[in-house]
T-cell receptor, first 114, second 113 residues
């Protein structure tokens, strides 16, 4: 069964600190993996999208890594800011699946405190 | 200003009434999607459309209906048959199918009492 599991479920850190969010998946055949940021009450916004051949991708203070062998991804946030408080969603796309079906993780709720 | 819009932001309905949620995009994307988001759960696909006048059921289509008469528009109707309609509804679009990045709208929070 195609699944995406994220950990931790929630995380509280102090402003300025770094943190790493985890994503494990069992989706096959794999096409790409995406990380989204979702502010409360808003739609998700894309941070990174990585294909099978990409190991790391950065978007400002956000760096995503992908290990296709172990089927794991991480999102590292550097020098956190209060505006980083949000839900971070890992999404995996299965190759050649008809239509627009993606497999979504349940998200990690990040709270950055001053 | 390109993007995807949803209206209204908040919607309240009485049980037994049908309600239609609007989704419009000016990104010239072929594919559009409707998702439902509940607390503590991942997004779940309701319906998707890859081309005008064609759409397919997602994982939780029961109690919902859609139409795709125009490329820019993909309205979702929540019918009285949907047993638990209170949720946050997200519309998304992509250039084509699921291999391409999806852009999400701001969402509509529907409350049915």
């Amino acid at each position: 069964k195609n699944q995406v599991e994220q950990s931790p479920q929630s995380l509280i850190i102090l402003e300025g600190k770094n943190c790493t969010l985890q994503c494990n998946y069992t989706v096959s055949p794999f096409s790409n993996l995406r990380w989204y940021k979702q502010d409360t009450g808003r739609g998700p916004v894309s941070l990174t999208i990585m294909t099978f051949s990409e190991n790391t991708k950065s978007n400002g203070r956000y760096t995503a890594t992908l290990d296709a062998d172990t089927k794991q991804s991480s999102l590292h946030i550097t020098a956190s800011q209060l505006s980083d408080s949000a839900s971070y969603i890992c999404v995996v796309s299965a190759r050649e699946v008809q239509g627009g079906k993606l497999i979504f993780g349940q998200g990690t709720e990040l709270s950055v405190k001053p | 200003d390109g993007g995807i819009t949803q209206s209204p932001k908040y919607l309240f309905r009485k049980e037994g009434q049908n309600v239609t949620l609007s989704c419009e995009q000016n990104l010239n994307h072929d594919a559009m999607y409707w998702y439902r988001q509940d607390p503590g759960q991942g997004l779940r696909l309701i319906y998707y459309s890859q081309i005008v006048n064609d759409f397919q059921k997602g994982d939780i289509a029961e109690g919902y209906s859609v139409s795709r008469e125009k490329k820019e528009s993909f309205p979702l109707t929540v019918t009285s048959a949907q047993k638990n309609p209170t949720a946050f509804y997200l519309c998304a679009s992509s250039i084509r199918g699921n291999s391409y990045e999806q852009y999400f709208g701001p969402g509509t929070r529907l409350t049915v009492t």
